[in-house]
Each structure stands twice: as C-alpha cells, then as structure tokens.
C-alpha cells in the first residue's frame, strides 16, 4: 500500500496549502495519521497528527496556522496551513499507524517564497 499525496507547491509567505494524503489500498484498522516535514540536513519533524477519535497534536511552530483532519470513510487525512512562512519550506510526509505497521507517503514538496 502506497501513500499518495499532494496539495504543495509554491506559494507566497502569507499564503495557504492544503495537503492531501490517501492510501493507494485498503489499510485496517488505521490508527494516528499524521504529517511531518524534512529539510535538506535536518531531521524529519512532526507537524500534526490525529487519533482514530479527532484528537489532534500540534508541532509549536505551526499553532494556530495549521488545521489536520481526517475522513475515516476514506481514510484520508489532510493538512490545512495558512499564513505560511519562509521557514515552512520543506518536504511533508504524510504518515498513517495502523497498529504496529507505519505507513509512509513519498512527500510533496511545499516552497514559500516571495
């Protein structure tokens, strides 16, 4: 099962993305989903995750400008970023836990630039 996902590109500082994230087959149960994001020579960061139940968990730097959610019928997860920054330009990785197996999307490049 593969993760595909999509919504980045280039936009503006100040602008908004919406990320995207399916799985290419069935995956049950799924547990936590979740985004991270890698810059060239740093470490993979977690950027939001949700429970199987809604409940979600923000990374500091993106508090208030960030919204995940998730659609259990379709097993979706997305992530809504607005008022974005030159910092936030990195590679997000979409992530799905299934209860003992990780799921990984190949990333969708996100590029903040004026």
């Known amino acids: 099962v593969q993760l595909q996902a999509s919504g980045g590109g280039s936009v503006q500082p100040g602008g908004s993305l919406r990320l995207s994230c399916v799985p290419s087959?069935?995956?049950?149960?799924?547990?936590?989903m979740g985004w991270y994001r890698q810059v060239p020579g740093k470490q993979r960061e977690l950027v939001a995750s949700i429970t199987s139940g809604g409940t979600t968990t923000y990374a500091n730097f993106v508090k208030g400008r960030a919204t995940i959610s998730r659609d259990n019928a379709k097993n979706t997860v997305y992530l809504q970023m607005s008022s974005l920054q030159l910092d936030d330009t990195a590679v997000y990785y979409c992530?799905?836990?299934?209860?003992?197996?990780?799921?990984w999307g190949e990333g969708t490049l996100v590029t903040v630039s004026s």
């Open positions: 992530w799905i836990g299934a209860f003992g197996v990780e799921y």
């Open positions: 087959g069935s995956i049950f149960p799924i547990g936590r």
